[in-house]
């Protein structure tokens, strides 16, 4: 059925987006851009599938992903917050060490093959009409990726730390004057959205590619940054954004596969003309929701 | 001022210029030592000019953006649709047009397709309100594909099989030579004077300085934010369009998909190494060629992709921008 088959893929492809959102939202809320995402996902994609193919285990895979992500964003995090580095330059300088230092180290695993996460049916569940192997047949990162956002909801909102991240988000001087130290927040929510990017890459080659070519998330990492914008900083909204990156993707390959008549190129452009449309669409009325302490760097300019 | 040009590094003149462009001697030393040390290397000189012409384009087309406080990340995009817009007005060259005629058209069709690309970013910045950094990166792509679907499909050249790439150029269309190098290592250099120029002593470049230093206090001082943005928008898209114009007619000779990739990515690292001053981009850029020349040998001989290349220049940027960074911040 078509529709279902665009719904799943909506999910399956959108599922490392996802990640990469609610960790750029993390990073956001504490009032530090991250345009490193990019290079956090590919690292990641890079460590996991490299993991994956020498131990033959997908779940330490998984664990190295996680901390090449993390690793890399605590250097954006470093140099933004202890040596005053320009948070846009830094990110996209992080994404551009992160694209090349992967194209370089990956080419022996360009024809590697791995084993990686299968998909888990749950029973009945998954028999539902459309929506059923979409939420309830994925791979074990997708599942996580689907309940992730309603976690950071309740952690933002409902718990002392989430409460810590925000006020370092909207007011530094409050959070000093409770004994903490904003720089030390920052640093840890950057690492963390670093670390969902890395998760990111890793679901994003475990269970969709199965493969390393260079520059394997082809700006997913930047459409995420988009998105969490998308979404007002919020992280279920950002997530939908991700799922809406999703099936576009997966609009593009159904069509493909059904043999539609149009050049797989333009097919190729829909997800990111589809995430600037929403952009597009959404901008000026988020402006109002941008964190406090991200106006300076990001939303600086009146127009 | 085109007797700054590395070519002519006799004495005399120079101490004059000290004097009158100072702000140039430092990056002037610095090009000297570069291209003195090079050859030493194994790395060809005429080779580093001919990879400078393009990122000096790319790197401008961060520069003035940047003066008015703009990011713009969209180099790579507007650099292949230039290419892909010099491609399309080349269509138009037939056997009776003069040589110059058929260079200056091709030129403006890079031009026009680079400009109008960031003037897209411009445009969604200041009717919609979306942040010009992800729209230009996210353009990126967009116009990656769009090159590779028109030398796949409208732009292919019907000689070359099944291979993605456009019609080869006729002769009256490539760039004449001086010496070693096509005559846009010139343009490039002469144009980063002229930029140079606008921004620094001219009423738009200071307009331009004070939106990008205040925004909010240029709007209130009657100061035409937007017209600002879209203008050093679409200037430095049409820079980095004509960037891709000259390499299809230089080195090149046609349109293929993975023309230029990485210029402007490149460029846009210079720029920042140089905090966008004109005379230090030109440093920036010499150095950034001469390791992307470098390592095009050096990647030949490992094995390594291109894109190999970013982990010394971004490494280098990340060194100054934690370095500057702490400097800077002393002052406020």
């Known amino acids: 059925m078509f529709i279902e088959d665009v719904f799943a893929g909506a999910v399956r492809y959108g599922s490392s987006v996802i990640f990469a959102t609610q960790g750029e939202v993390i990073s956001e809320r504490a009032g530090v851009i991250n345009l490193g995402v ?7 994609a890079l460590a996991a599938f490299a993991t994956a193919s020498a131990t033959g285990n997908a779940v330490l895979g998984i664990i190295a992903g996680t901390a090449a992500g993390a690793l890399l964003a605590s250097l954006h995090a470093f140099l933004v917050l202890w040596r005053g580095a320009n948070q846009l330059a830094s990110g996209l300088a992080i994404s551009f060490l992160g694209l090349g230092l992967t194209a370089a180290l990956g080419v022996n695993f360009v024809s590697k093959q791995i084993t990686g996460l299968g998909a888990i049916e749950i029973p009945v569940l998954s028999d539902i009409p459309i929506i059923g192997k979409g939420l309830f047949a994925q791979d074990a990162l997708t599942y996580l990726a689907l309940v992730l956002p309603f976690i950071l909801v309740f952690v933002l909102s409902r718990t002392k730390w989430g409460l810590i991240l925000r006020a370092t988000g909207e ?9 903490y130290d904003p720089r030390r927040v920052r640093a840890v929510a950057v690492t963390i959205g670093g670390a969902l990017a890395g998760l990111g890459g890793s679901q994003l080659v475990l269970a969709y590619t199965l493969n390393w070519v260079e520059n394997v998330t082809l700006g997913r990492g930047f459409v995420a940054v988009a998105l969490v914008i998308f979404g007002a900083w919020k992280p279920v909204q950002a997530a939908l954004g991700g799922l809406v990156f999703g099936a576009a993707l997966s609009l593009q390959l159904q069509l493909q596969a059904r043999g539609v008549d149009v050049s797989i190129w333009l097919l190729q452009m829909t997800p990111y003309v589809l995430t600037l449309l929403v952009l597009t669409v959404t901008s000026r009325r988020q402006s109002q929701q941008i964190p406090e302490g991200l106006k300076a760097v990001f939303g600086g300019s009146p127009s | 001022m085109t007797a700054t040009t590395p070519a002519a590094p006799s004495a005399a003149p120079l101490v004059q210029l000290a004097k009158k462009h100072a702000g140039w001697f430092g990056p002037l030393v610095c090009v000297v030592v570069i291209l003195s040390v090079i050859p ?18 790319t790197a401008l087309a961060v520069a003035i953006p940047a003066r008015t406080g703009l ?12 290419a892909c817009g010099a491609a399309v007005f080349a269509t138009a060259v037939s056997e009776s047009t003069p040589s110059p005629v058929a260079i200056v058209v091709i030129a403006i069709g890079g031009i026009v397709f680079g400009g109008l690309w960031a003037g897209l970013s411009a445009l969604l910045k200041v009717v919609a309100g979306v942040n010009e950094t992800i729209s230009t990166l996210l353009l990126n792509y967009v116009a990656t594909l769009i090159v590779a679907y028109a030398v796949t499909g409208p732009l292919k050249d019907p000689e070359a099989a099944n291979f993605p790439i456009g019609s080869p150029l006729p002769d009256r269309a490539r760039l004449p030579m001086i010496g070693d190098v096509h005559i846009g290592v010139i343009v490039a250099l002469l144009l980063t004077f002229a930029v140079a120029w606008l921004l620094n002593s001219t009423r738009w470049g200071f307009k331009a300085r004070a939106a990008g230093g205040n925004p909010i206090a240029a709007l209130r001082g009657g100061l035409p934010v937007a017209a600002l943005i879209v203008g050093a928008l679409l200037l430095g898209g049409a820079l980095a369009g004509l960037a891709g114009a000259l390499e299809v007619m230089g080195p090149d000779g046609r349109l293929r998909q993975g023309l230029g990739v990485g210029f402007g990515f490149l460029g846009f690292l210079a720029s920042w190494l140089a905090m966008h001053r004109p005379g230090w981009i030109v440093a920036a850029v010499v150095l950034i060629a001469s390791i992307s020349v470098g390592g095009d040998s050096l990647q030949i001989d490992l094995g390594l992709p291109a894109t190999s290349v970013y982990v010394v220049t971004a490494t280098v940027l990340l060194v100054v921008l934690g370095w500057r960074g702490t400097r800077s911040g002393e002052h406020h």
């Open chain 1, 38 to 44: 990019e290079g956090s996902m590919l690292c990641g």
């Open chain 2, 40 to 57: 030493f290397l194994g790395i060809s000189v005429p080779d580093v000019l001919i990879r400078s012409c393009p990122l000096l384009l």
């Open chain 1, 171 to 179: 007011r530094p001087e409050v959070v000093r004057a409770y004994g």
């Open chain 2, 71 to 82: 990011v713009n990340v969209g180099g790579e995009g507007q650099f292949v649709l230039g």
